[in-house]
């Protein structure tokens, strides 16, 4: 009953969270277009206690008989805990990505299959003329090899659940003679 006979604007408070403006009225591009809308994604909705809710809407027309829009309906849908999720993941990553980053040694995370999932900037560095390294064996990167060393630290350490270690060269062409690997 509150809300009856207010403008949208009035009723509903919708924000672009990144600038604390209100977007365009959903209703409005509805009655523009006559298509179905949906903001874009850092919107959010102010409630009447100053709560915000980060939401996923769309508003779509609602047609009378001879296709005449006769009105719109909104659904919203809150989102918070997922953004919240999607923030704590991006900081998560980029922590793990500069604490990588920092260490002055050669890192390379491998799958199972010895495929490179992650490296650091050092083995970048390291590597560059093999880059992208990301997706690749790392027996073909580092070593020019079509198949895994023998012996392969990395191999035994994935069958053995122990760390390995060996003493392994280092890249061609690099002031790194011999590289001490620990998987």
Not at 4 to 22: E, H, M, N, S, Y
Not at 42 to 71: E, M, V
Request: aromatic content about 6%.
């Amino acid at each position: 009953d509150q809300a009856r006979g207010l403008a949208l604007d009035q009723v509903f408070r919708i924000v672009d969270v990144r600038t604390g403006k209100p977007t365009r009225d959903p209703v409005a591009k509805v009655l523009d277009t006559g298509e179905i809308v949906g903001l874009a994604n850092h919107t959010a909705l102010i409630s009447r206690n100053g709560a915000q809710y980060q939401i996923a809407d769309s508003a779509a027309p609602i047609r009378a008989g001879d296709d005449r829009i006769s009105g719109v309906v909104l659904v919203f849908r809150d989102v918070t805990e997922q953004y919240r999720i999607q923030k704590e993941l991006k900081d998560r990553e980029a922590l793990l990505s500069d604490t990588l980053n920092s260490i002055r040694d050669g890192i390379s995370v491998l799958d199972a299959d010895l495929n490179i999932m992650r490296v650091n900037r050092v083995m970048e560095e390291w590597y560059q003329e093999q880059m992208p390294l990301l997706g690749k064996k790392c027996f073909t990167c580092f070593h020019k090899a079509q198949s895994p060393c023998d012996p392969c630290p990395s191999l035994r350490s994935i069958e053995t659940g122990q760390v390995a270690k060996d003493i392994v060269p280092g890249p061609k062409g690099s002031s790194v003679e011999w590289i001490e690997l620990y998987s």
